[in-house]
Each structure stands twice: as C-alpha cells, then as structure tokens.
C-alpha cells in the first residue's frame, strides 16, 4: 500500500512537471513578444494576457504536485518532478520557442537529472506520526532555515539592479572619483587626436567610414547575463521553500481535515505556500525576461530540486535517524552544482557578447583578414616590420584591450591600414607627431 502511494505520488509529479513545463514555456514566449514591441508599448508581465494562460498551467502543476506530496515523500517528489520538467523543458524550448541549444546545455541538463535521478532512487518513504509543529521549530532545522534564507539574499542583492548593489556601486565610486578624473582626461586628449586624424583624412580624401562593425561589450550587458543566473538560483531556492511548506500542508491534511482546520499552524504553512509560489513565480520571470529559458530555467530547477530534498531531509528528521543515510540521501548534491556550472556557460542568441570574441572580430574588421585565418596562413602581404603602420598597430591593440569608454571612435569607424592612403596616413601623423 504504502508503494502504491509512492508510485501515484510519483506519476502526479511527472505530470505537474509536464503542464509546469508548458506553462513556464508559454510565459517566455509573452515576454520574447513584449520585448519586441518599441520601449513604450511594453507592459509589466502581470498585465498580458498571455503570460496568465501560462500561469494557469503553472497553479494546475502546484495543485498535482500539492496532491503528490500528500501520498509520497518529499525528496521523491522534488526529484521526480524537476528531473521531468527539465526533459521536457529541452523538448518544448526547442520546439515552441525556437531556442538553441549548446554542447554545454545538454550536459549541464544531463547532469541535473542525474543528480535528480540519484535522490529518486535513495528517497526514502514519506515519514508518519510525527509532531510536525515541534519538528519546524526545532533548533537545527531553524539553522538550515536560515541559510537558506541566507542564499536567497545573497543572491538578491548581488542582482545589478537591487538596492545594495546600487549602494556598492556608489561606495566604490567614490574610491575611483581621483582614477575617473584621469580617464576623462586622457578621453579629452584621445578626442583632440581623432580630430586630427579627421583633419588629416580630409585633406587625404580617404573613404568613408566601415559600417556594421560590432560594438564593444558593456557592463549592461554583463551584468543582465549574470542577473538572469542570480534571479534563478533565488527563485529556485524559494521554490524549495514552497515544496516543504506545501508537503507539510498536504500531510496535515492527509492526517485528518478536521483537525488540521482547527490548527494554527496549518494555516501558517498555507500562507507560506502561497507566498513562497508567488516570490519564485515572480523571479522566475524576472530572470527569463533577461534570458533563454534553455540556461534560466534548468539552473532554477537545480536549486528548486536540491532545496526541496535537502529542505525536506531536515525537517523530517528524528533522533532514530542515521547521520550515515542522511548524507547518502543528500549526495546528489555535487551533480546539481556541476551541472548549474555548465549551464552557466551558455551564450544566448540575445546574450552578452563575449570580450575576447568582440575584439578578434574588431581586430579583424579594421585590419581586413579573414575570418579564422592565422599570420602563417596565405593571405594578403603584412607590412614589412618597422614600417609605419606596423607601428601603429600595437597602439589600436592596446586601446581596444582597454576600458570601453577610452576606445577612440575613429578606429572603429576607418577603413583598414594596409591601403594606400592608410600609409599615406600613418606616414603623416607619425611626421606631424615628430
């Protein structure tokens, strides 16, 4: 009987999993559709239609996984359910919203699974006849409480955009007033010799400008593709709050209706519940409006699968239990941060442009060699060392390695230095230099 019960609660869950799934994919669809409307037209997620057909399948997954956590253990249900979705979340991604996937991204969710597959084969089944009002205010259970608290703030207020980031930024500002002041002065200067060079074109009648070259990586860009992360591990770390809140909720419930009606703490983890789906809800969406589900979602999985057995473990903890079989149940834990590791990497079609790969491509642009092709390789004739634009090039490499905003715009914009009038050009400024 009491496998029987196991094995509903387990298929409840991998159908939760499937309708969350789609319901998380149609949210991201609302938001890749807003954020394609002009600046004025967007709205707030909360006030399109769409995103609401996907939250309804959200809040019918909570109520299956409501009702799984009531016939199986906690640990069972976590794994079970995020180790499905997360199949189904390369399927549906790939399919509905026409996302890429990378080498990085398979085995970042292969490994998750694993991880999820190993607490679903060491779950132990659901714990009876305990005083559930004593065991969540248990000293050691009030302790991990707190670090899981502790990690949902970290990571909130390593987010660019919150309130102690905002006051980091000003603080270190301060530090670097006297190191900004120099900068803008060797701006001013670097400006002073582009008109020069502009004056000196003139007279030259060089070519117009080359267009369509890339523009150098910002500190917006890097800091949304590191927020879409943070907004996931805190959303997925809430979300582990809400499967032990809904998994004692449920168990009061199953241990009879009346008498938990009449109990205050029934409705205390009620009331967690709800705002606990409403928090992660919430982040989720914060961290998929800045990213690729195929990345955001599977890292809110794997904090949302390792909180929720870890979470669980804890609290149903007793003194006949084995510390021995205690850690067994929480190994899959390395599975999980190894494959967040790799998911990390992942560079979305609307990312953050990676610097090294910015510069080869400037670097490429401005002096014309193709694509992927080496010095030793056959190509257009180098310069003879020593030669005048031999001797600029390491000038252009070292300002283009340097910070965003000394970067002269001239040298993004010029036509390369092998022709002719560039000679002419470098011949010019390094007499006028002399």
């Not at 387990?10 to 998380?24: H, M, R, Y």
């Not at 949210?27 to 399109?48: C, G, I, M, N, W």
């Not at 253990?73 to 509905?96: E, K, M």
């Not at 190191?179 to 009648?205: K, P, W």
Request: aromatic content about 10%; charged content about 15%.
């Amino acid at each position: 009987m009491v496998m029987g019960k196991e094995i509903a609660g387990a298929a409840l869950a991998v159908g939760a999993a499937i309708v969350s799934n789609v319901g998380t994919n149609l949210q991201k669809a609302s938001h890749v559709k807003d954020q394609a409307l002009p600046l004025e037209q967007r709205t707030a997620y909360y006030k399109r239609k769409s995103w609401w057909c996907g939250f309804v399948c959200t809040i019918a997954a909570s109520a299956s996984d409501f009702a799984a956590l009531a016939l199986a253990s906690q640990s069972l249900v976590s794994a079970i359910g995020g180790g499905a979705t997360l199949v189904c979340n390369v399927v549906v991604a790939t399919l509905f919203n026409k996302e890429r996937f990378f080498w990085t991204d398979i085995a970042g969710v292969v490994v998750i699974i694993g991880g999820a597959s190993y607490f679903a084969i060491v779950a132990e089944p659901k714990v009876t006849g305990l005083d559930w009002e004593k065991q969540f205010f248990k000293s050691w259970f009030l302790l991990y409480l707190a670090g899981q608290v502790l990690v949902i703030l970290t990571a909130l207020t390593t987010i660019a955009s919150s309130r102690m980031a905002r006051v980091r930024k000003e603080y270190y500002k301060s530090m670097l007033a006297p190191l900004e002041a120099q900068v803008a002065y060797l701006q001013a200067r670097l400006d002073a010799h582009e008109d020069r060079i502009e004056a000196v074109e003139g007279e030259l009648g060089m070519p117009g400008p080359v267009t369509g070259l890339p523009r150098p990586p910002s500190q917006e860009d890097h800091d949304r593709h590191i927020d879409q992360y943070l907004y996931a591990i805190a959303g997925g770390s809430v979300g582990g709050l809400s499967v032990l809140t809904g998994s004692i909720s449920s168990t009061l419930l199953a241990d009879g209706a009346a008498p938990a009606l009449e109990n205050w703490f029934f409705y205390f983890n009620v009331v967690l519940m709800v705002f606990t789906l409403v928090v992660q809800t919430h982040l989720q969406n914060r961290g998929l409006e800045l990213g690729d589900i195929m990345a955001v979602f599977p890292v809110f999985e794997a904090f949302w699968i390792a909180f929720g057995v870890i979470s669980g473990l804890v609290y149903y903890e007793n003194a006949n239990d084995d510390w021995g079989d205690e850690f067994k149940q929480a190994a899959g834990l390395p599975f999980m941060i190894v494959g967040t590791g790799l998911l990390f990497l992942h560079k979305g079609k609307d990312g953050a442009v990676q610097v090294s790969e910015a510069v080869d491509r400037l670097t490429e642009s401005m002096l014309h060699i193709p694509a992927g092709q080496s010095d030793v390789e056959d190509g257009p004739p180098r310069p003879p060392s020593g030669s005048p634009q031999q001797s600029l090039r390491p000038a252009v490499s070292s300002l283009s390695s340097s910070n965003e905003g000394i970067i002269p715009r001239h040298w993004t914009e010029q036509e390369n230095l092998d022709s002719p009038q560039g000679e002419d050009l470098s011949s010019s400024l390094l007499k006028s230099e002399a």
